[in-house]
């Protein structure tokens, strides 16, 4: 069946994961903005999302269901009160859109948040993570990204003919993260190695992390979504990870097999050291999506980050 989608973020990690995923699905019909929004200017952004949304409601209109998925934000752990706020802002605008449109509202549609386990769960005591595990927020960050899902969760109520998944996210990685943040400590590495310079790790060598190629944690989120055009009401929260637990030196090693060169390691602290904690392991039980595929091995999925690296180091050498 036809459907209108638009990727909020279509430009990040996990969107632009999302839209390639999505050219792999028939009858999905891709939302392309007009221009790029403008994040931070919550003026200017209100008038766009006035335009885009109509457009959007139009195609929902003419595919008979559509699925928005929020995979924006510039936050980060060490975001500060005011940027948290604007992202939160910018939100709220596009759902008011959305509910005062007749058409989406006449339409079936699905809502998906994307937000971070890490976060959430950051502060949690337990051994093993699941959807049924209390959300233990140990940052202004993960509590923003819980207000976000609090706000989804009234759309829904508002319009029980729509669903809505809020898909928690265990450390992405993968091709294309942005240059502009120091996030994704794949990435970094990856970078690092290509321009033979030193790595700076603040917390131990035994953090124990669950990394998931973004690619991966796509196609595990459209087949949560498709499991949900059945659940008009419900809102389904879903752990999306790899399920396998990698210390921080485990992946340095598996670099130095990789690369085949040493990894020039320093190891400090600094001020966002202490919310780090030690160890996080995820496991879903929510059964929309599953059963999924086990999804690339970390070798292969840092292979290619490196490679992706590597070219793009020799294109902006020459």
């Not at 605008?93 to 509910?99: C, I, K, P, Q, V």
């Not at 093993?128 to 899902?149: D, F």
């Amino acid at each position: 069946m036809r459907q209108a989608v638009w990727v909020v973020g279509a430009g990040g990690l996990l969107g632009s994961a999302l839209v390639r995923a999505l050219g792999r699905v028939d009858g999905a019909l891709l939302h392309a903005v007009e221009q790029r929004l403008a994040w931070g200017r919550n003026d200017l952004l209100a008038a766009q999302l006035d335009r885009e949304v109509q457009a959007f409601a139009r195609a929902a209109e003419r595919a008979g269901r559509w699925l928005l998925v929020w995979a924006a934000g510039v936050g980060s752990m060490s975001s500060d009160a005011a940027s948290l706020g604007l992202e939160a802002q910018a939100l709220d605008l596009l759902l008011e859109r959305l509910a005062a449109d007749l058409a989406l509202r006449a339409t079936p549609g699905c809502l998906v948040l994307a937000s971070s386990a890490g976060a959430i769960y950051g502060q949690s005591s337990e051994d093993v993570i699941s959807e049924s595990s209390a959300a233990a927020p140990g940052t202004a960050y993960a509590a923003h990204k819980l207000r976000l899902e609090a706000k989804v969760c009234l759309a829904i109520e508002a319009q029980p003919g729509w669903a809505a998944l809020l898909a928690r996210y265990s450390t992405l990685y993968g091709t294309g993260q942005s240059r502009d943040k120091a996030q994704g400590l794949i990435s970094q590495l990856a970078r690092r190695i290509v321009a033979n310079e030193v790595v700076h790790i603040y917390v131990p060598l035994d953090t124990i992390r669950d990394y998931i190629f973004a690619d991966d944690a796509a196609d595990r989120t459209l087949a949560a979504v498709h499991d949900l055009w059945d659940r008009a009401g419900e809102v389904v929260l879903k752990i999306i990870a790899a399920e396998q637990a990698v210390s921080i030196a485990q992946l340095v090693g598996v670099f130095r097999r990789v690369s085949r060169r040493p990894v020039r390691l320093v190891t400090s602290v600094n001020n966002l050291s202490p919310l780090y904690v030690r160890c996080i392991r995820f496991r879903s039980d929510e059964p929309a999506g599953q059963p999924h595929a086990s999804g690339r091995c970390l070798h292969i999925g840092i292979h290619q980050v490196l490679e992706a690296e590597r070219t793009a180091s020799f294109h902006r050498q020459h």
